[in-house]
């Protein structure tokens, strides 16, 4: 048994969004091994009943309250002190204090970081061997925004993607090992980062597919006579916000025109105003729900109409575990290991999604099948245990120092 300091940007509890359920599945299989001293931040206020569960977990916690705008407004200063705006925005004087007091007083074995921001709170200490969970390459993601958006925002957004992949390269050149989501994304990192190739390696997300399984007595939020085609996810994330814009206002209309009783619903916390004027007859916006099973199981499909995603989605797993046919852009879907047209649908265009979702809907006999065998390979290749274990052969279970 090692002693772990796992560092996290968000609160990593409830899993009720994409990395959320990353992280925590991380910390589960930490604490079932080695006694973790947690260090993280709670951006939303509804999250601090649930700082209990994660206390009786860890051997330490320490939770440092971040206010989104506050740290908008001071990541700013990276501007002035040519960092990367991320690190400025996850920047904490006292949560610095704790991780150097934790470390001296500790005697911590390794640390593992989720997300790189978070990788400046250690180093300081060269000598202590570290993990980092990158996820995603965040600095692509960065970079894929700015055409997307005019300036000033777009040169924002590329100088954003530039000084973060320098630190990232910089951060993950001193790792023991860096993970990344998918196979893809750990190669598009060593592409931009050629000298860290041979510490890169791919950790898969999971999906809970127990508690991700259909059940017949589970209550449906729908109308007997509508047609429900459902989105979830965090709705404040922006690519998030783009996909359902999009979907709302360029496939919709026609999916209406020959479908009049669909309805297109957008079920996840936090909907930004740009999601909450999408909302009218045809278009429902749940907002926060308190069990999002419920819409998954009854949607008659499942879309994932992402044109900017980096990684795998969770949202399609989970999806797929509930035996829905889910119809994903072509980025999100190969990430994916499933047989396209067997057991998850693509599209890309307008036509491509009406195609998809006409086939899916005068044959719901096909569809079923679908459903089914995407639930059969979510539990054969999905398994978070399995996948989780990837990153045990590089923590230290020997007592060291670390100055």
Not at 243 to 257: D, I, Q, S
Not at 355 to 362: P, S
Request: hydrophobic share 40%; proline share 7%; glycine share 4%.
């Amino acid at each position: 048994m090692a002693n772990i300091l796992y560092l996290v940007h968000r609160l990593p509890y409830p899993p009720n969004k994409g990395d959320k359920v990353r992280s925590y599945n991380l910390l589960k299989h930490l604490v079932s091994q080695h006694q973790v001293f947690l260090g993280t931040f709670i951006d939303d206020p509804e999250d601090e009943p649930h700082i209990a569960t994660l206390r009786a977990l860890c051997a330490d916690l320490y939770v440092a309250k971040l206010d989104p705008r506050r740290a908008k407004i001071r990541s700013l200063n990276g501007l002035i002190a040519g960092d990367p705006l991320t690190l400025r925005y996850y920047r904490d004087a006292n949560l610095q204090d704790w991780v150097d007091a934790t470390c001296k007083h500790h005697r911590i074995d390794s640390a593992v970081i989720f997300c790189s921001a978070m990788a400046q709170y250690v180093e300081n200490m060269p000598r202590l061997p570290t993990v980092i969970d990158f996820v995603d390459v965040d600095s692509a993601k960065w970079t894929q925004y700015a055409p997307k958006h005019r300036w000033p925002m777009s040169w924002l957004y590329r100088r954003e993607g530039e000084f973060l992949l320098a630190y990232e390269r910089r951060i993950a050149s001193r790792a023991a090992r860096s993970f990344f989501v998918t196979e893809s994304e750990a190669a598009l990192f060593t592409r931009q980062a050629p000298e860290c190739s041979v510490r890169v390696e791919a950790m898969c997300n999971g999906v809970d597919s127990d508690y991700f399984s259909p059940h017949p007595e589970r209550f449906s939020p729908y109308l007997v006579d509508e047609v429900p085609v459902v989105f979830t996810g965090a709705m404040d994330y922006w690519p998030n916000v783009d996909a359902v814009t999009w979907f709302a206002k360029e496939v919709l209309p026609e999916l209406l025109v020959k479908y009049p009783k669909t309805r297109f619903y957008i079920v996840g916390r936090s909907p930004t105003p740009e999601v909450t004027e999408l909302a009218n007859e045809h278009v429902i916006v749940t907002g926060t729900v308190p069990d999002v099973r419920p819409y998954i199981q009854h949607a008659t499909i499942v879309v994932a109409p992402l044109r900017i995603a980096r990684g795998i989605q969770n949202k399609i797993l989970e999806a797929m575990a509930m035996e829905r046919t889910v119809i994903a852009s072509a980025d999100c879907a190969a990430a994916v290991d499933a047989v396209l047209g067997q057991e998850l649908l693509t599209a890309n265009t307008p036509d491509d999604y009406l195609q998809a979702i006409k086939t899916c809907l005068e044959n719901p006999g096909k569809s079923a099948t679908i459903g089914r065998a995407a639930r059969q390979r979510v539990t054969e290749r999905y398994s978070w245990k399995a996948h989780m274990s990837g990153i045990d052969r590089y923590i230290s279970s020997s007592p060291a120092e670390h100055k």
